[in-house]
C-alpha cells in the first residue's frame, strides 16, 4: 500500500517561494507516475505538475510553468514541488499523488490510485 505524505505548505506573500514535500512509502520499485494537483476553495481538483513513470520527464500546467519545478529523490523516497514567484491564484490546498499504471496521455486527470491528505498554500497580496 502506497502512503504519501504532504508537508511545507504555509502563507506567503506575492513574488515568494515555498517548497512542498510529498514523503512516500510502499512504492518498491516500480516505476511510478508522481504528480502535484491543487484544488482551490470551491473548484475542481487542478493538475499542477508530474514526473512521469520514473523517466524524468516533467509535464507542467501552462498557469505554473517556469515558476514551479517537480523534482524526486529517490534515496528519501521524496517528491518536491518547488514554488517561485507565487501569485494569489496559486492559493489552494496542494496534493501528492501516485500511480503506477498511469499512461502519458493521462497524466494530468485527477484519477491516480494514491493521494495523500493535502497542505495548505495561501498566497497573500
Known amino acids: 500500500q502506497v502512503q504519501l505524505v504532504e508537508s511545507g505548505g504555509g502563507l506567503v506573500q506575492v513574488g515568494g517561494s515555498l517548497r512542498l514535500s510529498c514523503a512516500t512509502s510502499?512504492?518498491?520499485?516500480?516505476?511510478?507516475?508522481m504528480a502535484w494537483f491543487r484544488q482551490a476553495s470551491g473548484k475542481g481538483r487542478e493538475f499542477v505538475a508530474a514526473d512521469f513513470r520514473s523517466t524524468s520527464k516533467r509535464y507542467y500546467a501552462d498557469s505554473v510553468k517556469g515558476r514551479f519545478t517537480i523534482s524526486i529523490n529517490n534515496a528519501k523516497d521524496t517528491v518536491y514541488l518547488q514554488m517561485n514567484d507565487l501569485k494569489p491564484e496559486d492559493t489552494a490546498v496542494y496534493y501528492c499523488?501516485?500511480?503506477?499504471?498511469?499512461?502519458?496521455?493521462?497524466?494530468?486527470?485527477?484519477?491516480?490510485?494514491?493521494w495523500g491528505q493535502g497542505t495548505q498554500v495561501t498566497v497573500s497580496s
Open positions: 510502499g512504492r518498491a520499485s516500480n516505476p511510478y507516475t
Open positions: 499523488a501516485a500511480d503506477r499504471q498511469k499512461i502519458l496521455s493521462s497524466i494530468r486527470d485527477p484519477t491516480y490510485a494514491y
